[in-house]
Every structure is written in structure tokens, then in C-alpha cells.
């Protein structure tokens, strides 16, 4: 009898297996985001059938209908998808009953108290746990601190008597996606796996090397979380670092691009991070905090994950501060002042605002009594908190009107030529302008 029950979970491993490797295994996306849906749409194009889960009204209505909410994936694709038959779309956790393999993709903010906020993760689980399926196999992917698969999601699917590596296999693989980057996407940024079992990272090995060129394995899960924690906290110390030499190099009269220029010819032992208005977006601003808050339980403080945020954060003040100065030299104060910003998201080429420091160089800029404009093709409207603005065309009136131009986003196709032409003073956080060749009296750096 037990040699019986053991065959047949060994066959169901080897169908699960077969059904992956031949692209048959259905998969299932949970959060159809910037990750999830490009996610969605690599497996689907792949030859995957999927179905994407989506608990946003507004976003499983667009996608219902072939519309894409996410910068990159475009609508064509997913039309051609849905009559293909490839591609379906759910909104509610009794579908994944007929899935092989689910796909979290959920987010995971910071409490207003800087704490991991799980609660998308844990109504992902519960959602999965209430309708799990013998033989699936679950992975994470949303970006969250070492221990979370197994503390969470294991235990919560261990609960009722079923076992990781027989009854069901459990994964974590951080997305590593850089959204906006036109070099890099899913199929050519190597995918990290660790599964709780070696049947759980072997099968999980199987069905990225369907979408992605590079499959690396580690030995827990924990490690695969902490791997992208260690890529994030990496930019944020470095980045952090540089931001404070910055402050540093302004008053030694120092041109701090310069000095980057020159260290980053040594060919060995160095690598060039940036000034900028402070940071935004997730994986820098958000991710290391999972690891700082998690390691506070082991009694260890991580002391250049908080410095680096301290410096980061000053930025957006820092930037202001040279604004007033700029403005003084013209006898002109914030108050009262025409500001225009050039870029609102919190990196170039991508349209996600998302704790971009364009917004709090707005709010600190309003405060201030500025009357702040800004230009942005990917934002062409700006609704965050208190802020209410539509993108300016960037006309040559938009530009005169201006008192003071800044530049925070350093988006690829903008028109720099007029900008530097029509603008009376320009504040350049990014070296944007030097960098593609303007010379010109009106251009200052950070
Ligand atoms: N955006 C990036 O560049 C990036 C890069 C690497 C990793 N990550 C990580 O990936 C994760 C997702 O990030 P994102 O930027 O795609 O977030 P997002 O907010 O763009 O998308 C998440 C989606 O999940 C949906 N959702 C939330 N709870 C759900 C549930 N219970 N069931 C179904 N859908 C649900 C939301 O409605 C939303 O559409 C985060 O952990 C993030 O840190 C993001």
C-alpha cells in the first residue's frame, strides 16, 4: 500500500514535470502589475496556457478587453493572446483549482510606520491555501524579506496535514525586472530559484529555462530572498554614498561628475553609482527596509541600510535648498517663483511615480509659495495626495514663463535643445544636459 502511494505521488511529480518542460502546465499569475503581466504574457508567448489573476476591478476590466495598464506590454499582445486562447483572465481564487502552477506577484509596501506591510502576500496565500491543488507548485516572486515562503506560506499550506515536496512543491525567485531598461527584460536577466525541497527548485529550474535564458540555483528559499536584498541594499549604500559626496564636493567647490568620470577609467575595483533628487520607485527606496526590519529580530541593526536612507532622504531638500539659491542669485525667492519640472517619475523612461522624489521637491516647492509646473510624456497627469497637475507641453512659453527649470528625471527622448534655448536657469539633478554635449551659462549641476 505505502510502495503504492509513493509510486503514484512519483508519477504525479514526473506528469507535473513532463507537463512543464512540454509547455502544457498551466500557469497561473497572482497580480497583474509591472512584474506580473509581462510575467504573464513571456509564459503565454512561450506556449504556456495562462491565466492571469487580478483582484483590481479596474485592471481585470482593461485587461478583459485586451487593454494593457503596464508601460511595455502592449495591447496588441495581449489581444492576440485572448483569441488565441492562450490567455484568460480571473478575478477570484476558486480558479486556480486548474492550475499546475501559481504565480504570486502581489505587492509589498511599507507601513506608514516603515514596517513590511504583508497583508497582499497574506490574502495571496490564504486565497491559494483555500482552493490548493494536489501536485501544484507555488512561487513567489514579490520582493519581501529572508523567511517569508517558509514562515508564511509553508506553514499556512502545511496546515491541514499536506507536505512541501510530496503533496505540493513551494519556491521563492525574485523578480529582478528593470522596468524602462530596453536592454534587459524577463528572457535575458538570469532567474534565481530556491525551493524548500530539491524537487521544489528543480521543478521550479524547469519552468523558468522556458522563458529565460539563465537559471541559477540556490540551495532555501531564505537565500533567494536575500539575494535580492543584497542587489537592492547594494544600490542604496552606493547610491547613498555618492549622494553624500556630492553635498561634500559642492562645497569644496568640486565638480562631483567630473570626479566620477575620471574614478570610473580605473578598469578593476570600481563602479560608478550617481547623484540625483533622492530615490523612488520599489526596489531601492522600499525592498531594504524588509531586510533591516527582519534583522532587528536577530538583534542586529543594519546600520548603512538607515544611513543610506538618512542621505537619500535629505536630497529632495538638498535640491531645493540650491533652487533658492539660484533663484537669490537672480534676486528671486521660491516664493512666488515660476518653477518647471522636466520629468516627474522616479527614473527615466518608465511612467511609475511611485515615491518618486519629484513629488516631495513639488510639495517642499508649493509649500514654499512656488507655482510649480511640470512637463512628463510618460505622466501626463500628476494625482498624488495633495498634488493636482497636468503635464505642460514644452512650448517655448512654457519654458520663458519659467523662472527656474529643473531637471528631475532624465527620460531619453526629451527635446534638451529647446529646453536649454528657452530656459532662463536650469537646475540639472542628473548631469543630463552635459551629458549629451550642452554647453551653456544657464546649465547648473547638483
Ligand atoms: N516594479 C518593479 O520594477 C519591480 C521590480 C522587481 C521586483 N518588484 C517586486 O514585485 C512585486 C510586485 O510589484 P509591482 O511593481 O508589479 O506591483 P504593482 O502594484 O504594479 O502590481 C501588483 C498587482 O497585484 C494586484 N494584487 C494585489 N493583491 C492581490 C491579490 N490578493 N490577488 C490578486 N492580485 C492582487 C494589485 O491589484 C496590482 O495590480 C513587489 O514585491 C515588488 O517589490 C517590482
Known amino acids: 500500500m505505502v510502495s503504492q502511494i509513493k509510486a503514484k505521488q512519483k508519477n504525479m511529480l514526473s506528469d507535473l514535470k513532463l507537463k512543464i518542460k512540454n509547455k502544457e502546465a498551466r ?7 509591472y512584474v506580473g503581466l509581462p510575467l504573464l504574457v513571456a509564459f503565454a508567448e512561450a506556449g504556456h496556457p495562462v491565466l492571469g489573476l487580478e483582484i483590481s476591478k479596474k485592471k481585470f476590466e482593461l ?16 489581444k492576440k493572446l485572448i483569441k488565441s486562447k492562450k490567455l484568460k483572465f480571473a478575478s477570484t481564487f476558486s480558479a486556480i483549482k486548474t492550475q499546475d502552477v501559481v504565480i504570486i506577484c502581489v505587492p509589498t509596501p511599507l507601513s506608514k510606520s516603515w514596517d513590511p506591510d504583508l497583508s497582499f502576500i497574506m490574502s495571496a496565500t490564504l486565497g491559494i491555501s483555500e482552493n490548493l491543488k494536489k501536485s501544484q507548485l507555488i512561487i513567489l516572486e514579490s520582493t519581501t524579506y529572508p523567511g517569508t ?27 529582478r525586472i528593470d522596468p524602462g531598461n530596453a536592454n534587459f527584460d524577463t528572457s535575458n536577466i538570469p532567474k534565481v530559484v ?23 540555483t540556490v540551495s532555501s528559499p531564505r537565500a533567494a530572498e536575500m539575494s535580492k536584498l543584497l542587489e537592492n541594499t547594494f544600490r542604496i549604500v552606493n547610491i547613498g554614498l555618492i549622494n553624500e559626496l556630492a553635498k561634500a564636493a559642492e562645497d569644496l567647490n568640486i565638480d562631483i561628475w567630473e570626479v566620477i568620470e575620471a574614478a570610473k577609467t580605473k578598469p578593476f575595483g570600481f563602479m560608478p553609482f550617481y547623484p540625483g533628487p533622492g530615490i523612488g520607485g520599489h526596489c531601492i527606496g522600499v525592498d531594504p527596509m524588509y531586510l533591516s526590519w ?5 538583534g542586529q541593526e543594519l546600520r548603512f541600510i ?4 538618512q542621505v537619500n532622504e535629505s536630497m529632495p531638500g538638498f535640491v531645493v535648498g540650491n533652487v533658492a539659491t539660484l533663484l537669490n542669485e537672480k534676486q528671486k525667492s521660491i516664493s512666488g517663483s515660476k518653477i518647471l519640472l522636466i520629468g516627474v517619475s522616479y527614473k527615466k ?6 515615491e518618486s522624489p519629484a513629488i516631495e521637491i513639488i510639495e517642499m516647492l508649493q509649500s514654499q509659495g512656488a507655482i510649480v509646473e ?9 494625482h498624488w495626495e495633495e498634488i493636482r497637475l497636468l503635464s505642460k507641453p514644452l512650448t517655448k512659453k512654457t519654458l520663458s514663463d519659467s523662472d527656474l527649470v529643473l531637471i528631475t528625471t532624465d527620460h531619453t527622448d526629451m527635446d534638451y535643445e529647446s529646453i536649454v534655448e528657452g530656459s532662463k536657469v536650469i537646475f540639472d539633478t542628473r548631469n543630463i544636459l552635459r551629458n549629451k554635449g550642452f554647453i551653456s551659462k544657464n546649465i547648473n549641476t547638483l
Open 374 to 382: 511640470y512637463h512628463d510624456p510618460f505622466v501626463p497627469k500628476l
Open 149 to 175: 515562503t517558509e514562515e508564511i506560506l509553508l506553514t499556512e499550506f502545511e496546515k491541514d496535514g499536506l507536505q512541501v515536496g510530496r503533496d505540493f512543491y513551494l519556491c521563492f525567485s525574485p523578480e
Open 27 to 33: 500557469i497561473c499569475v497572482v497580480g497583474l502589475g
Open 194 to 216: 530556491g525551493g524548500v525541497t530539491n524537487k521544489c527548485t528543480e521543478l521550479g529550474s524547469i519552468l523558468y529555462k522556458n522563458i529565460v535564458k539563465e537559471v541559477v
Open 306 to 309: 538607515d544611513l543610506a536612507r
Open 63 to 78: 485587461l478583459s478587453k485586451g487593454k494593457s495598464p503596464v508601460q511595455g506590454v502592449e495591447d496588441q499582445r495581449i
Open 294 to 298: 527582519k534583522a532587528k529580530f536577530h
Open 349 to 354: 523612461d518608465v511612467d511609475d511615480v511611485r
